[in-house]
């Protein structure tokens, strides 16, 4: 995935213009992975958790089987978006981290979380610096291993029950 966005329109150059421009259709989609970075088939990615969305982040654990039936456990990713736009933000570098390409650097889509069938991710209000505005999502896998990432939230974090009719940034 390169990270392109198609079907927004021509004059889409920032978040901002990609957010009004979807407000207009009827969301967004993201295609998961079939094929590796040599462009040959693998089993197909999946999301095998429910998705969590706080402080305008999405956070999705995906799983991408293993080819070796006897041994390999697989391997679990998850995604970072922008729940507006799916795409990726500035706030979520130090969390997806970036690679370099010809035209500059850009941010990852997700990050590893390396052997093993991924949980759903647990957030935490708070970070470990006792940061209040920082999100700390957990997620363990079925290899026993735990991983916890402290992410900047988009917009504000706040809790509670609201109902899936009521649109988020009312």
């Excluded at 295609?31 to 462009?39: I, P, Q």
């Excluded at 291993?145 to 402290?150: E, M, V």
Aim: with cysteine.
């Amino acid at each position: 995935d390169n990270g392109t966005v198609t079907g927004a329109g021509a004059n889409v150059t920032d978040t901002q213009a990609l957010e009004a421009a979807l407000a207009a259709k009827p969301g967004w989609r993201f295609g998961l992975s079939t094929k590796d970075a040599s462009n040959n088939n693998i089993p197909a990615e999946r999301v095998v958790s429910t998705q969590v969305l706080s402080g305008g982040i999405l956070l999705t654990s995906t799983y991408l089987p293993g080819t070796d039936m006897c041994t390999d456990q697989g391997q679990g990713l998850l995604y970072g978006m922008n729940y507006k736009t799916g795409s990726t933000a500035q706030g979520l570098v130090g969390f997806l981290g970036t690679h370099s390409t010809q035209n500059g650097n850009v941010i990852n889509r997700s990050v590893s979380l390396g052997a093993g069938l991924p949980s759903q991710t647990s957030l935490h209000r708070g970070s470990a610096s006792g940061n209040g505005q920082k999100l700390r999502a957990c997620i363990q896998t079925s290899s026993g291993a735990i991983i916890c990432y402290d992410i900047s939230p988009l917009s504000g974090v706040s809790s509670g029950e609201i109902s899936w009719r009521e649109p988020l940034d009312k």
